[in-house]
């Protein structure tokens, strides 16, 4: 499948561990957040998402983190299981159309 | 729904050569996105159409790109002619797009210009 990038930065997790990604985002104004998982040779997908008005919005097995005065949004994985390898990507949302993805973040499971 | 259906998958050609490359968007979905993703750049939004009007092409690179949206399920993106430097995966994502809400992806055509 098609590498997204050599030079993403790498998040190496022991498997059944917690994962934690982060990201800063750009536009205070930005009021809509979004994680996708990028599997290799496939679109990105949606995972979980928060608007401006949480801070915190629980999926399955997933959690996201708002803060919106240092502008950083985390998405943490519990009980990280080797189908979770991929590149995680956050999204912030100015509009509907004013879409600004962060560089992505490559998870890697240790057996 | 069978989701966003990109074609072709891969598409290898000769620099110089015209590509087409097509996309199929969630019925009902009212904004369609073109984006290009390569190592370097990442995801790069080219164009984006609401209702099958190209609003905002300011990421189309240059005059070699063009894209269209003859109707609410059907779009192509087409480069005429082919540089070595276009090569890179091309995604189309759809959305409702009433209110913000996440982007629907292909899974892309990776394009291998020569």
């Known amino acids: 499948g098609e590498s997204v990038g050599l030079h993403l930065p790498t998040l190496s997790v022991q498997e059944g561990d917690n994962s934690i990604i982060n990201c800063a985002y750009s536009?205070?104004?930005?009021?809509?957040f979004i994680w996708y998982k990028q599997e290799s040779g496939k679109g990105p997908q949606f995972i979980i998402d928060i608007r401006s008005n949480m801070d915190k919005r629980q999926g399955q097995r997933v959690t996201v983190l708002l803060n919106k005065t240092v502008k950083h949004l985390s998405l943490q994985i519990a009980a990280t299981q080797p189908g979770d390898s991929a590149v995680y990507f956050c999204a912030e949302h100015s509009s509907a159309s004013k879409i600004i993805f962060g560089s992505g973040t490559r998870l890697s499971i240790r057996p | 729904d069978a989701g966003v259906i990109q074609s072709p998958r891969h598409e290898v050609t000769e620099m110089g050569q015209e590509v087409t490359l097509r996309c199929k968007p969630i019925s009902g979905h009212d904004y369609l996105f073109w984006y290009r993703q390569t190592m370097m750049r990442g995801l790069e939004l080219l164009i984006y159409f609401n209702n099958n009007v190209p609003i905002d092409d300011s990421g189309m690179p240059e005059d070699r790109f063009s894209a269209k949206m003859p109707n609410a399920s059907f779009s192509t993106l087409k480069i005429q002619p082919s540089e070595p430097r276009d090569s890179a995966v091309y995604f189309c994502a759809s959305s409702p797009g009433q209110v913000k809400s996440p982007l629907h992806f292909g899974n892309g055509t990776r394009l291998t210009v020569t």
């Open positions: 536009n205070s104004a930005s009021d809509y």
